[in-house]
């Protein structure tokens, strides 16, 4: 993972990041505040041999003297001297517990041993070296004291420096633990938020879906917030930066093959949920505000939702035209000068069968006739085969990916089932794509927010009057010759 990648997956993932700072703060404070405090003190010891002033006899006291050192150190904190020390203090304590309260250390080669105390308060660790290096010291006594009455004690143990009462609690200051817990705060946050990036299967990028279907991605639809499919047809009242994303993916279209344009259309997706419909409604009135004529046709036989979304009559629609019931021209309704639409009418049992069928084929080819453009909503590939029955059909399909949620395993089945059949894939389109994404690639521009130039020149090939586009398509009660 290079270090831009990271940097991509920790942006990706800052909530994880923020939310274990947080934690981190919280808890290194509590720490900070709840800790008990602890003083250190500590008391120096000199032991020292008692011998004659010759060579020989300070020669032989050193050495006993180094011997003593060693086995003084473990008797400092022996159960006897800690026993009797609690007994002094008049602790409740047990020698274990004070065992690791008090250490005894020397430096090789040196007769001073430094007894150190730890407690809760500054006193008490002063009080505690003290009372322990006494006992020692009347311990050592009464172990050196010779067996023969007036002779010498061979070594004696003194204290060369006091304990002192300490200013200041040997504890880390509230500061450092807070710092501490910042900076494992952020550690975990970044590591978790790589892990779990690492393990997200989610289609992250533009270029990661083109990897994966193996075509270009053709368009990206920013995500509106607060805003139905109803209310983000291509008209006045969409946003800016949605019409005009639009308007790129129409433009694209046209130069997926220069040789033989697309004129029918498949939109689809790997599953529900991914905006195909919406996609499919507005990508046929942008082509159709270029100037050209523009067919929709429901082919969501399950679910369709193009009458309720345009406001038309799905009584009948192309069901009934493939079961001979009525001619094409009669399902046909208009939604505004160069633009008609064929919803999907009754829906019959086998959605599938009816699609992959040579009536439907033929109804393609001729319809293409007379429009030049024709846009077919179908389901999601995944859960049913009715776009992939239909995809040979028609010149080329249109995969719909939803920016963070379509994982790469479900582009991969999706474009799969499609490749079995021939299909011929012109692209994807990524749908719902956030506004900081879409900023980071340069995609807004100042003029986006002028609505007076948002609209592309070949707009003026649309419908003028003194009513507005909505007014223009408005459908009429039922379906009507176009």
């Given at each position: 993972m290079t270090i831009q990648k990271a940097a991509e997956a920790i942006r990706r993932r800052y909530t994880l990041v923020v939310l274990a700072l947080i934690i981190g703060i919280l808890a290194s404070s509590a720490i900070a505040l709840l800790r008990p405090l602890a003083y250190e003190s500590t008391a120096r010891l000199y032991v020292a041999a008692q011998v004659g002033d010759s060579a020989d006899a300070v020669y032989q006291g050193s050495l006993v003297t180094e011997q003593r050192v060693t086995s003084y150190i473990d008797l400092l904190t022996s159960d006897r001297v800690l026993a009797a020390t609690l007994e002094r203090l008049?602790?409740?304590?047990?020698?274990?517990?004070?065992?690791?309260?008090?250490?005894?250390?020397?430096?090789?080669?040196?007769?001073?041993?430094?007894?150190?105390?730890?407690?809760?308060?500054?006193?008490?660790?002063?009080?505690?070296?003290?009372?322990?290096?006494?006992?020692?010291?009347?311990?050592?006594?009464?172990?050196?004291?010779?067996?023969?009455?007036?002779?010498?004690?061979?070594?004696?143990?003194?204290?060369?420096?006091?304990?002192?009462?300490?200013?200041?609690?040997?504890?880390?200051?509230?500061?450092?633990?807070?710092?501490?817990?910042?900076?494992?705060?952020?550690?975990?946050?970044?590591?978790?938020?790589?892990?779990?990036?690492?393990?997200?299967?989610?289609?992250?990028?533009?270029?990661?879906?083109?990897?994966?279907?193996?075509?270009?991605?053709?368009?990206?639809?920013?995500?509106?917030?607060?805003?139905?499919?109803?209310?983000?047809?291509?008209?006045?009242?969409?946003?800016?930066?949605?019409?005009?994303?639009?308007?790129?993916?129409?433009?694209?279209?046209?130069?997926?093959?220069?040789?033989?344009?697309?004129?029918?259309?498949?939109?689809?997706?790997?599953?529900?949920?991914?905006?195909?419909?919406?996609?499919?409604?507005?990508?046929?009135?942008?082509?159709?505000?270029?100037?050209?004529?523009?067919?929709?046709?429901?082919?969501?036989?399950?679910?369709?939702?193009?009458?309720?979304?345009?406001?038309?009559?799905?009584?009948?629609?192309?069901?009934?035209?493939?079961?001979?019931?009525?001619?094409?021209?009669q399902a046909t309704q208009v939604w505004s000068s160069r633009l008609r639409a064929i919803t999907s009418g009754p829906t019959p049992p086998n959605p599938s069968e009816i699609l992959g069928s040579g009536q439907m084929s033929s109804l393609i080819a001729g319809l293409h006739r007379n429009y030049d453009l024709i846009v077919i909503d179908t389901p999601p590939v995944l859960p049913v085969t009715d776009a992939v029955a239909l995809s040979p059909s028609v010149d080329g399909v249109l995969v719909v990916s939803r920016a963070g949620k379509t994982t790469t395993s479900q582009i991969d089945s999706a474009v799969k089932a499609l490749q079995n059949v021939s299909a011929n894939i012109l692209g994807t389109v990524r749908t719902l794509v956030g506004t900081a994404e879409l900023k980071k690639h340069g995609r807004y521009q100042s003029s986006y927010h002028d609505t007076a130039n948002a609209a592309t020149l070949d707009d003026s090939l649309a419908p003028r009057s003194a009513r507005s586009l909505a007014d223009a398509r408005r459908p009429s009660p039922g379906p009507r010759n176009a």
């Open positions: 008049q602790l409740t304590a047990s020698p274990e517990d004070l065992r690791d309260r008090v250490t005894a250390t020397n430096a090789p080669g040196s007769v001073l041993i430094d007894v150190e105390a730890t407690a809760p308060t500054a006193p008490d660790a002063a009080r505690l070296a003290e009372t322990v290096s006494a006992v020692f010291i009347d311990l050592v006594n009464e172990i050196e004291r010779p067996a023969q009455p007036g002779r010498i004690q061979p070594v004696a143990v003194r204290v060369v420096q006091p304990a002192t009462v300490p200013s200041d609690p040997i504890s880390l200051p509230v500061a450092a633990i807070i710092g501490i817990g910042v900076f494992v705060g952020l550690a975990v946050g970044i590591g978790t938020a790589l892990l779990v990036d690492s393990l997200d299967r989610t289609v992250r990028d533009a270029e990661q879906l083109s990897n994966v279907a193996g075509v270009p991605n053709l368009g990206e639809i920013p995500f509106v917030s607060n805003a139905s499919r109803r209310s983000l047809l291509l008209d006045d009242q969409a946003p800016p930066s949605w019409s005009e994303s639009l308007r790129q993916l129409r433009t694209n279209l046209q130069y997926v093959n220069l040789d033989r344009p697309p004129k029918t259309i498949c939109v689809t997706s790997a599953v529900e949920g991914e905006g195909k419909t919406t996609t499919a409604i507005n990508l046929a009135i942008a082509s159709s505000l270029s100037g050209n004529r523009v067919l929709l046709i429901d082919g969501d036989l399950r679910r369709p939702s193009v009458a309720s979304v345009l406001g038309l009559e799905e009584k009948v629609g192309l069901t009934s035209v493939l079961a001979g019931r009525v001619p094409a021209e």
